[in-house]
T-cell receptor
Framework: GDSVTQMEGPVTLSEEAFLTINCTYT??????LFWYVQYPGEGLQLLLK?????DKGSNKGFEATYRKETTSFHLEKGSVQVSDSAVYFC?????????????FGQGTILTVHP | NAGVMQNPRHLVRRRGQEARLRCSPM?????VYWYRQLPEEGLKFMVY????????ESGMPKERFSAEFPKEGPSILRIQQVVRGDSAAYFC?????????????FGPGTRLTVL
């Protein structure tokens, strides 16, 4: 079945460091791929998405490229801020079907220190 | 345009009681999804509904759990005879009718604690 695997965390960085959070997905169907962010005590917010191979999603300095050949969708940011501290979830939808049931990775906790 | 609304935000129940969680989708959205987040875990799909129809309930436990999305009013996730293992955050998401089923917009969640 569909699955998403994220790098294990937690990840701790200093402010202005470079961030990479790895994400791979099972190559079934033609999924859209997503990164969601969850701040403490809140729901998930869509950070970025990509709907087909080689698409790059970007938002708030974060980027991720849909790599079909490696079935990956790694999240990157060139210079993190303390306010980026949150839990990040990679997700895919069913792809090629009529609805968008999402399958999530286990989440990666990011802590950024001043 | 108000976002997805869920209530209550926090719910405490004793074992054996019933829990009712409500979700009002964004205006114009007729697709509703429920997800459960257990402590220290990612979100797991439970059920997908459209107005008056359950489309996919493959993630829903077979017993004690039910969901509905009536023609009028919010979607309801109902858990009967709650047990401690039901303690979790329950998130609702919605997406628009026919225009873009890719992006789901999440509510703030209901955190259920079973004593």
């Amino acid at each position: 079945g569909d699955s998403v695997t994220q790098m294990e965390g937690p990840v701790t960085l200093s402010e202005e460091a470079f961030l990479t959070i790895n994400c791979t997905y099972t190559a079934t169907g033609y999924p859209s791929l997503f990164w969601y962010v969850q701040y403490p005590g809140e729901g998930l917010q869509l950070l970025l998405k990509a709907t087909k191979a080689d698409d790059k999603g970007s938002n708030k300095g974060f980027e991720a490229t849909y790599r079909k050949e490696t079935t990956s969708f790694h999240l990157e940011k060139g210079s993190v801020q303390v306010s980026d501290s949150a839990v990040y979830f990679c997700a895919r939808n069913a792809g090629g079907t009529s609805y968008g049931k999402l399958t999530f990775g286990q989440g990666t906790i990011l802590t950024v220190h001043p | 345009n108000a976002g997805v609304m869920q209530n209550p935000r926090h719910l405490v129940r004793r074992r054996g009681q019933e829990a009712r969680l409500r979700c009002s989708p964004m205006k114009g959205h007729s697709h509703v999804y429920w997800y459960r987040q257990l402590p220290e875990e990612g979100l797991k799909f439970m059920v997908y509904l459209q107005k008056e129809n359950i489309i996919d309930e493959s993630g829903m436990p077979k017993e004690r759990f039910s969901a509905e999305f009536p023609k009028e009013g919010p979607s309801i996730l109902r858990i009967q005879q709650v047990v401690r293992g039901d303690s979790a955050a329950y998130f609702c998401a919605s997406s628009p009718l026919e225009t873009d089923t890719d992006t789901q917009y999440f509510g703030p969640g209901t955190r259920l604690t079973v004593l």
